[in-house]
C-alpha cells in the first residue's frame, strides 16, 4: 500500500502517510485518503518519512488537499520529508501555504 | 462481431465423397461453404471469395496442403485466417510440418460432427479477438496521428501568439525544445519602449493540451503589456490573476521575470518555483538567485507578491535561467543531473567557454544524449552596452496630422495609489494617440518615467540618491522605497500634459508636480553643468541628465517640487 492513513485518538487530526514516489500515479489514492478521511477532521498531517521523491504533479495534489481543508485556512502539516523531497517543497516556496517540519 | 454469425468456409480435399461429407456437416452448422479439389484450386478460392476460416486435406495431388497453405498464409498477409489441415497422419514430424507451414491446428479423419463444430467455433473466437485487436490498433493509429496533426496546427496558432519575441538578439542565447509547449515550458522576451528587455521563462504542471491552453493567456499578457511599457511586476500580477482564475486547483505555473537595464546595468528579477539563476561575471564570481516566491496561479491577488529583486551588473555579466528539465536530467543509470550538475558545468567553463555552451555539452555528456527531453528550457543573457535595443516594431505609418493634435490632459495620483499603481502605461497611452509622438514612443517614455520617478522617490518618498552610490545603500535604498510606499497618505504626483502643433512638428508640454519638500536645482550638479560629464556610477544624477537631454527646456521652481518639460517632435 502506498498510502496509508490514520486518524487521531480524538479523530480530528488525519495522518496521510506515502510511500514510494509521490507522483501522478498516488493521484486517486491520496485523493480518497483525504476525501473519505472522515467529517471532523480539521487537521491534516502529510507524513512523507517513507517518500522517496515528489514530483509537480504531487505539489499540485498537495494544493487540492490545501482547498479541501479550506484553502487560507487550512491547518496542513507536511513531515519528516528528505533532504530532495525539502528541496522541491523549498524552490517552489511551499512553506509558505504549509507548515513543513 | 456476432460469435454465432455464419461464416463462408473454404475446404480443400482430393477425395470427392470425403469433400462432400465435410461440406454437408458445415453446411447444417449454418455455414457458407466453398470447396476446392487441390492445392491450386484452394489457392485461387482462396483469393476469389476470401473466407474466414480454411480447412485443407494435408496431402493431394497437384500441390499439397502444406504448398497451399504457405500461399494462403502469405495472401492473408495481417489478416488471420485460421487454417485447420484434416489429416490421417499421426506422425509427430508430419504433424510438426503442418504448423511449421502455417497451420493453427488439425482435425483428423473421419470427420466427427462435435469436434469439427467445436474446433471451426475455438478458432472463429481467436479470428475475431484478432479482428478486434487488429481494429482497435488501427483506430488509435489513426488517433494518434489525428492528435499530432492537431498538435502542429495548435502549434502554429501558438506561435503566432506566443512568438519568440527578441529571443534572438545577439545578446541572448537559448535552448527550447520546438514541440516544448505541450510539455508546459514557455520562454518570452520582449525589447521595452524605453529600452531594455523583458524576459520570462515559465514551466506549467502537467503536460500536453491543459498546459498549452494555460500558456496561451501568458503569452499575450507578456507581450501585450511589455509592448505597452508596463513593468515586470505588473505583468506578473496579471498573469498571476489569470491564472489563478483558469487553471484548476492543481495546476500552476513555475516562472521567472527578468528586467533588465542595459543603461544603469541593472536587473530586476522575480522567481517563482524555477531553478536558481546564475548571474555570472567571471569564472570565479558568480551569484545564485534562489526561487523567493509561490509559483504563478496559487496565491490569490490579494496574497501575491510581485515585488521584484534589484541586482546590479556589469556589461558582461550573463545570466543563466533555466526550467527544472535541466536539473531533472538523468544519466543511463537514472542518476540526476541536479544542481551540482549546473554548477560543475559552470565551474568548469573557465574563461574561454560561454557559459551556456558549457552546460549543454554538459548535459550531453551527463545524459550521453543528443537529443534533449521536450521540457527542458535554458536561456543566457548577457549584459551589454545598449545591446539588443532592437525597437518596437514601427507600427502602421499613419499620416503625422492624424489623430489628436491639441489637446490638454490632468492627471493626479493621490494617497495609497502611489505605492500601488503604475501610471506610466496609461500616459504613455495618451501620448501614442499623437502619430508624431509615436515614432518617438522610446524618448517619451523615457522622459515621463524619468519624471514619475524623480517625483515619486525623491519627492515624495525623500530617498537621497546618494545611497545609490554605494553597494550597500543600494540595497538600503530600495528596502527604505518600499517602507515609505506604504506611508504616503496625503501625498500627489500631478501630471498635465499640453499638446499643440507647431510650424514644423509638434510640442508636448509636461508639468510634473509633486506633494514633497523639492530639492536645492540651484546647486544641483548636473543642473549647473554644461556639459554633463559624469564620472562613475552616478545614479541620482542620471535621471535628471536624461531628462536635460530629450527636452528642449526643462525648468524647476516650488523649491524643485515642480518641473515644466517642453519636448518637441518634428515632421
Known amino acids: ?101 | 462481431m456476432d460469435e454465432s454469425a455464419p461464416l463462408k468456409i473454404l475446404i480443400a480435399d482430393d477425395s470427392d465423397s470425403d469433400r462432400l461429407i465435410l461440406k454437408t456437416l458445415l453446411k447444417r452448422l449454418g455455414h457458407m461453404v466453398v470447396d476446392a479439389a487441390n492445392g491450386h484450386e484452394a489457392v485461387a478460392l482462396f483469393q476469389s471469395e476470401t473466407p474466414d476460416i480454411v480447412l485443407l486435406d494435408a496431402l493431394m495431388p497437384s500441390m499439397d496442403g502444406m504448398e497451399a497453405a504457405r500461399h494462403i498464409k502469405k495472401l492473408a498477409g495481417e489478416r488471420l485466417v485460421p487454417l485447420i489441415f484434416i489429416t490421417s497422419l499421426t506422425e509427430p514430424e508430419d504433424l510438426a510440418g503442418c504448423l511449421e507451414a502455417g497451420g493453427d491446428g488439425f482435425l483428423s479423419k473421419p470427420y466427427n460432427r462435435v469436434m469439427i463444430k467445436a474446433k471451426v467455433n475455438a478458432f472463429n473466437r481467436m479470428r475475431l479477438m484478432h479482428q478486434a485487436l487488429s481494429d482497435q490498433r488501427d483506430l488509435m493509429h489513426e488517433r494518434n496521428r489525428q492528435l499530432l496533426k492537431e498538435q502542429h496546427i495548435a502549434r502554429g496558432v501558438f506561435d503566432n501568439v506566443a512568438h519568440t519575441g527578441c529571443l534572438n538578439a545577439p545578446n541572448i542565447r537559448f535552448h527550447a525544445s520546438p514541440l516544448s509547449v505541450f510539455s508546459g515550458d514557455v520562454l518570452f522576451a520582449s525589447p521595452r519602449p524605453a529600452g531594455g528587455m523583458l524576459v520570462f521563462a515559465g514551466d506549467f504542471t502537467g503536460h500536453g493540451l491543459p498546459a498549452a491552453i494555460g500558456a496561451m493567456p501568458v503569452a499575450e499578457s507578456f507581450y501585450g503589456m511589455a509592448g505597452k511599457g508596463f513593468n515586470g511586476a505588473d505583468i506578473l500580477r496579471e498573469i498571476n490573476q489569470k491564472l489563478v482564475r483558469i487553471l484548476p486547483k492543481d495546476m500552476f505555473c513555475c516562472g521567472a521575470m527578468v528586467e533588465v537595464d542595459f543603461a544603469l546595468n541593472q536587473l530586476n528579477i522575480w522567481n517563482g518555483g524555477l531553478p536558481d539563476m546564475w548571474l555570472m561575471r567571471s569564472p570565479t564570481e558568480r551569484y545564485s538567485l534562489p526561487s523567493r516566491h509561490l509559483p504563478l496561479g496559487i496565491l490569490g491577488p490579494d496574497q501575491f507578491k510581485a515585488d521584484m529583486e534589484t541586482v546590479r551588473s556589469r556589461p558582461g555579466d550573463r545570466l543563466l535561467l533555466m526550467t527544472d528539465g535541466v536539473l531533472e536530467c538523468s544519466d543511463s543509470e537514472g542518476q540526476l543531473f541536479g544542481e551540482q550538475g549546473v554548477r560543475r558545468a559552470i565551474e568548469n567553463a573557465g574563461l574561454s567557454r560561454h557559459p551556456f555552451d558549457a552546460l549543454m555539452s554538459e548535459i550531453q555528456r551527463f545524459t550521453g544524449q543528443h537529443k534533449f527531453g521536450d521540457d527542458l528550457t535554458l536561456c543566457c543573457l548577457e549584459m551589454v552596452d545598449e545591446a539588443g535595443q532592437a525597437a518596437l516594431p514601427d507600427a502602421v505609418e499613419l499620416s503625422t496630422l492624424a489623430g489628436p493634435t491639441q489637446w490638454r490632459c490632468d492627471y493626479e495620483l493621490q494617497g495609497s495609489t502611489l505605492g500601488e499603481f503604475n501610471p506610466l502605461p496609461l500616459l504613455l497611452h495618451i501620448c501614442m494617440e499623437v502619430p508624431g509622438l509615436r515614432r518617438r514612443s522610446g524618448e517619451v517614455y523615457t522622459l515621463l518615467s524619468e519624471l514619475y520617478n524623480n517625483a515619486l522617490e525623491h519627492g515624495v518618498l525623500q530617498l537621497p540618491s546618494e545611497w545609490k552610490y554605494t553597494p550597500e545603500g543600494f540595497d538600503r535604498y530600495y528596502s527604505e522605497r518600499a517602507k515609505r510606499l506604504s506611508r504616503v497618505d496625503g501625498h500627489y504626483i500631478r501630471f498635465s500634459f499640453h499638446h499643440d502643433l507647431t510650424a514644423l512638428g509638434g510640442r508636448l508640454r509636461v508639468v510634473c508636480e509633486d506633494s514633497g519638500e523639492g530639492f536645492d536645482f540651484q546647486n544641483h550638479p548636473v543642473l549647473q553643468a554644461t556639459e554633463m560629464a559624469q564620472s562613475g556610477p552616478r545614479y541620482g544624477g542620471r535621471g535628471l541628465a536624461l531628462i536635460k537631454r530629450l527636452a528642449k527646456t526643462v525648468q524647476f521652481d516650488k523649491k524643485g517640487s515642480r518641473v515644466d518639460v517642453v519636448y518637441e517632435w518634428f515632421f
Open chain 1, 1 to 101: 500500500m502506498p498510502i496509508e492513513t490514520h486518524r487521531s485518538h480524538d479523530g480530528r487530526s488525519l495522518t496521510i502517510k506515502i510511500e514510494g514516489r509521490f507522483d501522478f500515479s498516488t493521484h486517486q489514492a491520496f485523493r480518497d485518503a483525504y476525501e473519505h478521511g472522515g467529517r471532523d477532521v480539521s487537521g491534516y498531517v502529510v507524513d512523507l518519512s517513507d517518500a522517496t521523491y515528489l514530483d509537480s504533479s504531487a505539489l499540485g495534489m498537495l494544493l487540492l488537499l490545501r482547498d479541501h481543508a479550506g484553502g487560507d485556512s487550512a491547518d496542513i502539516v507536511i513531515q519528516n520529508c528528505n533532504n530532495d523531497v525539502r528541496k522541491i517543497l523549498t524552490i517552489s516556496n511551499f512553506e509558505q501555504l504549509f507548515t513543513i517540519r
